[in-house]
């Protein structure tokens, strides 16, 4: 398994703000990903966080609006930027350690945006 | 790409009930799992179960690649197991993300 730390656990923003969650593993892990849960829905993958390049997005998230960095295998941090009250979700950060394995998740983070 | 549905949507049993969940798949996958989000939010990793049978503890969850479907199972359930479960795939020669289905709202009373 793996030990993962995310935070903050939640927060209150207002509009035209950014927020950055921070996702800490206890070991180096070869794909991390952030999923965003919005209210009462399933998961959706936002992004693939590559370690020495640039993060792949999925259809629908843009860079602009979701920069992520990961600077090391072991530590990725997503940031929403101008957020507006559509944005208001929990955000997770999940490991694997690449090919047909588990994949785990941090605690999220309950993000409201006013 | 994969759709994934899960069944029920919603289901709440009294303590001690027996219960099957079922999650239908509409492509060949060669990664399965089931994960279990508390009422919390902290979603757990279940099983890793891309055919075949599982039991850990009083869960225990099959599937049957070939007719593309896996159901887990939940005997003797307690309050502590209400939450949302979900089943997420990864398609064969696909991409390597995992795809969610909506979920089954499980609620136990006592």
């Known amino acids: 398994s793996a030990v993962i730390s995310q935070k903050p656990s939640r927060d209150i923003c207002q509009r035209g703000t950014s927020l950055t969650i921070q996702c800490q593993v206890d070991s180096q892990v070869t794909m991390m990903f952030w999923y965003r849960q919005q209210p009462g829905q399933s998961l959706t993958l936002i992004a693939t966080?590559?370690?020495?390049?640039?993060?792949?997005?999925e259809s629908g998230f843009v860079i602009d609006k979701f920069p992520i960095s990961r600077p090391n295998l072991t530590f990725s941090t997503l940031t929403v930027s101008n957020m507006s009250p559509e944005d208001s979700s929990i955000y997770l950060c999940?490991?694997?350690?690449?090919?047909?394995?588990?994949?785990?998740f941090g605690s999220g983070t309950q993000l409201s945006v006013l | 790409g994969i759709q994934v549905e899960q069944s029920p949507p919603d289901l709440i049993l009294q303590e001690g009930a027996n219960s099957t969940l079922r999650c239908n798949f509409s492509d060949s996958v060669n990664n399965l799992q089931w994960f279990h989000q508390n009422p919390w939010g902290q979603l757990i990793n279940l099983f890793y179960i891309p055919s075949g049978t599982k039991q850990n503890g009083r869960l225990s969850a099959t599937t049957v690649a070939t007719e593309r479907y896996s159901l887990l199972y939940i005997s003797s359930s307690q309050t502590t197991d209400s939450g949302v479960y979900f089943c997420?795939?990864?398609?064969?020669?696909?991409?390597?993300?995992?795809?969610f289905g909506k979920g089954t709202k499980l609620t136990v009373n006592p």
């Open positions: 997420a795939v990864v398609t064969q020669g696909g991409s390597e993300k995992l795809v």
């Open positions: 999940s490991v694997g350690r690449g090919g047909n394995e588990k994949l785990f």
């Open positions: 966080a590559n370690q020495g390049s640039e993060a792949t997005y």
